[in-house]
């Protein structure tokens, strides 16, 4: 870690024991998904038809999507046909294991290239994400990790993002890049690139502005930063971190299509899986996509950005077997 970011007040980067993170299945108890598929099973354990045109419903209700629900469900009544299910238990089985396996190519965790220094990350998103929280958390374990990281304050249409990245980096003890409101949000993302490579930084994870991606101008900035980035390095930026509010719905489908077109997005970062999400965008993304999903966040501490497990997500959101969901 690179000694000369410290502070003596600064908040040491010790990671929370495990034993004192709540468990997957205990962020996501109360989400939509996780109680209708609960409800459902309980209510209905016999196979049949009608329960199999339930939990398409269920799915659809939950943000899969259409496409993502059809297909399993299609999938699935193909087999009951087969008579490959004994009871509903078993389909309760299959589901799970069909839905694991289309979360399986995308749980693709960020890694930090060594051959790329600083490794450059980029974080876009509409406003209201937790863009900024995930940029402080995602510096926290990179530190963890023995990372020495710089902070760009790229979101320079909102003076209060600008403070609220500053009290991330003190909170973390690492340097923030910043210049006054309303400064050229590509002009800082520059200087702070500068500013990494002088000083042997491992990675540099720049903040940009809140952009609806119906605003086609705040689009073209995006790609003005990628333009301006390739001066100093050619391959920057060298991740291109879209973050993702799971509670948005299909809308997350057409965001991340925006961006992907504007800027090349080459991961997720799915947040606000806890409390009241429906949860089910995630396979949705999955199944139209295919992104690495980098990370979800689970809550709201340091350590609730956590890397993307589908066996955890899938256990967390559907019982284990017909008793689990009658219990």
């Not at 991330?168 to 309303?182: H, M, P, T, Y």
């Not at 809140?210 to 086609?216: E, F, I, S, V, W």
């Not at 390095?233 to 948005?248: F, K």
């Amino acid at each position: 870690m690179l000694k000369f970011w410290k502070n003596r007040e600064a908040e040491p980067a010790v990671p929370a024991p495990e034993s004192a993170k709540k468990t997957w299945r205990e962020r996501l108890a109360g989400s939509v998904l996780n109680r209708d598929i609960r409800d459902l099973f309980a209510r209905h354990p016999k196979l049949d038809e009608s329960l199999l045109d339930e939990l398409e419903t269920v799915l659809i209700g939950a943000d899969v999507g259409v496409a993502a629900s059809t297909e399993l469900i299609d999938g699935l009544r193909a087999r009951l046909a087969k008579r490959e299910f004994a009871d509903a238990g078993a389909l309760l089985a299959a589901l799970r294991s069909e839905l694991i396996a289309l979360l399986v190519p995308v749980a693709q965790p960020l890694r930090i290239d060594p051959a790329h220094q600083p490794f450059v990350i980029l974080a876009v998103g509409v406003n209201g994400v937790g863009k900024t929280t995930t940029i402080g958390k995602l510096a926290r374990r990179l530190q963890n990790d023995g990372h020495g990281v710089v902070l760009a304050a790229g979101d320079t249409f909102r003076a209060a993002a600008v403070e609220q990245l500053k009290t991330w980096g003190e909170r973390n003890d690492v340097a923030v890049i910043a210049q006054g409101s309303g400064a050229d949000s590509a002009s800082v993302i520059f200087d702070a690139l500068q500013s990494a490579q002088s000083k042997g930084a491992d990675v540099l994870i720049a903040d940009t502005a809140g952009r609806l991606h119906t605003q086609g101008g705040l689009m073209d900035e995006l790609s003005k930063i990628r333009r301006v980035l390739a001066k100093l390095d050619s391959a920057a930026p060298h991740e291109a971190l879209l973050v993702i509010d799971g509670t948005t719905g299909q809308n997350a489908i057409n965001q991340v299509r925006q961006f992907k077109q504007a800027i090349g997005v080459s991961g997720l970062v799915v947040t606000k899986l806890d409390g009241t999400a429906k949860g089910g965008v995630v396979f949705a993304l999955a199944r139209e996509f295919g992104l690495p999903i980098r990370y979800v966040g689970l809550g709201e501490t340091l350590d609730d950005l956590r890397e993307f497990d589908p066996t955890a997500f899938v256990d967390a959101l559907l019982p284990v077997s017909l008793g689990d969901a009658q219990s």
